[in-house]
């Protein structure tokens, strides 16, 4: 049974809605929902994916779900069993430090990249992206749907800073690693550090810098911005040691 954490389909603010209407496209809308709904908790690790829940929990029909839950296959956040179904992805420490190695590495290669290939569309999103996100106010806790629109705003600005890269396959290869991360944030992370940061203050001189073309300044920006995080990445750390070590098959399965 998923956790009491409200999905993502309950929200009426336009920013977080899915892409399509739902009723057009159940199977589009569905995958959308759930990968948040995995993404923000609502389900937990290992929990088993059944059809017949889910097509009541998200009041669609079998096919839907059974085609979204396809297109989820390969995002890292599913996984599935020979003659059992789907489950929604394990966890561990060692996942965790590959999915933030490759994080950070594929992020600074692929801004670089969006450095020299962006065109003035691309510098012009990032400006519009910047400022449509500066209107959301940050939330760490409380509310569930503000947290997901302050969550949201973040990961759009960032994906239109590495949108310049025009390569489809990095972008999706980021927006899913960048989706297993924010997992582990929604289901470990001590966000106490964060309260009070003004991510707003970096957001706008990373964009600064980067429609300067300043390449040294937005790198040693960026690596400034991933060093803030520290704090959490350890509270997360040390959440996944401490499960791990009370409970050995805890989040990896049986």
């Known amino acids: 049974?998923?956790?009491?954490?409200?999905?993502?389909?309950?929200f009426t603010a336009p920013s977080v809605a899915a892409p399509v209407d739902p009723a057009r496209n159940p199977t589009q809308a569905v995958a959308f929902w759930l990968r948040r709904d995995i993404v923000r908790g609502v389900?937990?690790?290992?929990?088993?994916?059944?059809?017949?829940?889910?097509?009541?929990?998200?009041?669609?029909?079998?096919?839907?779900?059974?085609?979204?839950?396809?297109l989820l296959a390969d995002s890292?956040?599913?996984?599935?069993?020979?003659?059992?179904?789907?489950?929604v992805a394990p966890v561990s420490r060692a996942d965790y430090h590959d999915l933030l190695?490759?994080?950070?590495?594929?992020?600074?290669?692929?801004?670089?990249m969006a450095m020299e290939l962006g065109d003035d569309d691309w510098e012009e999103q990032v400006v519009i992206q910047l400022h449509r996100s500066l209107k959301v106010k940050k939330i760490i806790d409380g509310d569930?749907?503000?947290?997901?629109?302050?969550?949201?705003?973040?990961?759009?600005?960032?994906?239109?800073l590495l949108s310049g890269c025009r390569s489809p396959l990095l972008l999706k290869i980021y927006k899913d690693v960048g989706a297993r991360l924010e997992r582990?944030?929604?289901?470990?992370?001590?966000?106490?550090?964060?309260?009070y940061y003004d991510h707003h203050a970096d957001h706008r001189l990373i964009v600064e810098a980067i429609v300067a073309r300043d390449g040294e300044r937005t790198q040693a920006l960026i690596e400034s911005y991933?060093?803030?995080a520290d704090p959490i990445r350890k509270?997360?750390?040390?959440?996944?040691?401490?499960?791990?070590?009370?409970?050995?098959k805890a989040g990896a399965g049986a």
């Open 43 to 70: 389900f937990e690790p290992m929990e088993r994916l059944k059809i017949e829940h889910l097509t009541k929990f998200y009041n669609v029909g079998h096919s839907p779900i059974r085609e979204a839950i396809l």
């Open 226 to 228: 991933f060093a803030v």
């Open 76 to 87: 890292g956040l599913v996984v599935h069993e020979h003659q059992k179904g789907h489950r």
């Open 144 to 160: 569930p749907e503000a947290r997901e629109m302050w969550q949201r705003a973040y990961g759009d600005l960032h994906m239109t």
């Open 1 to 10: 049974m998923p956790t009491q954490i409200p999905s993502v389909s309950t």
């Open 235 to 248: 509270s997360i750390i040390e959440k996944l040691k401490q499960m791990e070590t009370s409970s050995p």
């Open 101 to 112: 190695t490759g994080y950070q590495g594929i992020y600074k290669m692929m801004l670089g």
């Open 184 to 195: 582990y944030v929604n289901l470990f992370a001590d966000l106490e550090s964060d309260r």
